[in-house]
């Protein structure tokens, strides 16, 4: 069995805590797991009001160069944006990209521009800014659905007491990627199915775009982490 090193980057909303039952299926397999929490999200204490694109992207960037090989580097969600710049800033460290349910963008793209062109998705009418405008939630009454929807109660209420504000500039900052550096990593996508915050149609729409070798699918929610844990891990672990 090869033994990999993966680095993974939580999507909005959320933090490293959302891998709390995956890290250890995968460590089970033999793989090291790196879970770092992006400033001002999880329990990080960074102030948002400083946190952009490029500031997230450096970190992971600098994350991933910390390891002693190269690493799988895997996005949920939000986190595809992340992932894709800091492929572009530190190619050489990065083995392979794996989208999970996640923001595959082409150069100039926005998170915010896409998921407003996703009519399905619970999420873009449900997003409420803060009066500072420097980050949004989501309303209360979706995110069982938008989130959570296969998950247990006990997975919905550990997330519940511990999702915080999404800073806002990251999610409406154009993306800069090249062919030549972020272009030249082997990528991934994982579907999820069943997820009602990016759309299979808007999943599949991302890596038609952008293809992925292999696209796999799991028949989850937007949290396959909690929902299917084991599946996912064993997806990744055949990668």
Not at 25 to 30: H, Q
Not at 111 to 126: I, Q, W
Request: charged share 20%; aromatic share 6%; with cysteine.
């Amino acid at each position: 069995m090869t033994r990999s090193t993966f680095v993974l980057i939580a999507g909005a909303w959320h933090g490293a805590w959302c891998w709390q039952k995956l890290v250890p299926l995968l460590e089970a397999r033999g793989h090291r797991v790196r879970t770092p929490e992006l400033p001002a999200t999880g329990g990080d204490s960074s102030d948002p009001a400083g946190i952009t694109l490029d500031s997230w992207a450096h970190f992971v960037a600098e994350s991933c160069a910390a390891e002693r090989e190269p690493v799988i580097l895997l996005g949920h969600s939000r986190g595809g944006v992340v992932i894709s710049r800091a492929a572009e800033l530190f190619p050489e460290r990065v083995q392979r990209l794996v989208y999970l349910a996640a923001y595959l963008l082409p150069a100039g793209s926005s998170v915010a521009g896409s998921a407003r062109n996703d009519p399905e998705s619970l999420v873009p009418p449900n997003m409420v800014p803060a009066a500072s405008g420097i980050t949004c939630n989501l309303r209360d009454s979706v995110i069982r659905d938008a989130l959570f929807g296969l998950c247990d109660d006990s997975d919905y209420d550990f997330a519940m007491t511990r999702l915080r504000p999404e800073p806002l500039k990251p999610l409406v900052t154009p993306l800069r990627i090249t062919d030549a550096r972020f272009g030249r990593v082997p990528r991934t996508y994982i579907e999820c199915s069943q997820d009602r915050t990016i759309t299979l149609a808007a999943q599949r729409h991302m890596h038609a775009v952008l293809p992925c070798d292999p696209v796999l699918t799991l028949a989850a929610d937007h949290s396959p982490f909690f929902s299917q844990p084991r599946a996912l891990a064993q997806m990744l672990g055949g990668l």
